[in-house]
C-alpha cells in the first residue's frame, strides 16, 4: 500500500510568510510525528500525535509553529512569520500505535527554504 | 533530559573491513533503542531495534547498560551499506545527530 507522503516536496518562501506543510499518513496508522531535519543537527522532534489525544507539542521551537491533524488522519504543520533558520527539511511519520517494538514509517520530506 | 549522542559525524572505511558506530545514550529508565538508516535518495528507515535482538543486512546493536551504549557493527562492510545512520530512543524518538558511513571500494 501507499507510504507516508507529503507535500509539497518542496517550498521557497520569503521570510516573513507564513506556510503550510501537509502529511498523509498511513491509512489506520494512529500515530503521527514531524521532525525536523537540519544540516549538521540531526533530527530534531516537534509534535506528536496519537489517537483522539491532546497532542505533545513539547518539541516545537517557538509559539510561530502549529500542527493540527484533523479527523485522526491528514495533518498539517504550520509556519508563520517564518524566519531564515526555519530552513530544514520536514519531516513527517507515522506508526500503527505508540507500543515498544513500533516502527515508525517516514515521509520522503518537504525542503523548505526561507530566503 | 534524555540524550543520544553519536561521536562521529563521518566514518570512512574499505569495503571488507569492519565497521562500528558508536551511538551513547543518557536516559534514566529502560532504554528502547533503534537504529535508522538514511541511503542516498531515500527515505529514513528503521535498520534495527534493540528490543528483537536482530541482525539486518548484517548488522547487529548490543545494548550495553553499563557503558550506555548502543553501538551498530557489521564484520564486513560493503558499498552499499553506504548512507547517514541514526541512533534514536523510543521516547519522542529522540535522534543522535547522525554518522554518514562511507565504505570505499
Known amino acids: 500500500g501507499a507510504g507516508v507522503s507529503q507535500s509539497p516536496s518542496n517550498k521557497v518562501t520569503e521570510k516573513g510568510k507564513d506556510v503550510e506543510l501537509r502529511c498523509d499518513p498511513i491509512?489506520?496508522?494512529?500515530?503521527l510525528y514531524w521532525y525536523r531535519q537540519s544540516l549538521g543537527q540531526g533530527l530534531e522532534f516537534l509534535i506528536y500525535?496519537?489517537?483522539?489525544?491532546?497532542?505533545?507539542k513539547s518539541g516545537l521551537p517557538s509559539d510561530r509553529f502549529s500542527a493540527e491533524r484533523t479527523g485522526g488522519s491528514v495533518s498539517t504543520l504550520t509556519i508563520q512569520r517564518t524566519q531564515q533558520e526555519d530552513s530544514a527539511v520536514y519531516l513527517c511519520a507515522s506508526s500503527a500505535d505508540r507500543g515498544v517494538n513500533n516502527e515508525q514509517f517516514f515521509g520522503p520530506g518537504t525542503r523548505l527554504t526561507v530566503l | 533530559a534524555q540524550r543520544v549522542t553519536q561521536p562521529e559525524k563521518l566514518l570512512s572505511v574499505f569495503k571488507g573491513a569492519p565497521v562500528e558506530l558508536k551511538c551513547n545514550y543518557s536516559y534514566s529508565g529502560s532504554p528502547e533503542l533503534f537504529w535508522y538508516v538514511q541511503y542516498s535518495r531515500q527515505r529514513l528507515q528503521l535498520l534495527l531495534r534493540h528490543i528483537s535482538r536482530e541482525s539486518i543486512k548484517g548488522f547487529t546493536a548490543d545494548l550495553n547498560k553499563g557503558e550506555t551504549s548502543f553501538h551498530l557493527k557489521k564484520p564486513f562492510a560493503q558499498e552499499e551499506d553506504s548512507a547517514m545512520y541514526y541512533c534514536a530512543h523510543r521516547g519522542q524518538l529522540t535522534f543522535g545527530s547522525g554518522t554518514q558511513l562511507t565504505v570505499l571500494p
Open positions: 491509512s489506520g496508522h494512529t500515530a
Open positions: 500525535f496519537q489517537g483522539n489525544s491532546a497532542p505533545d
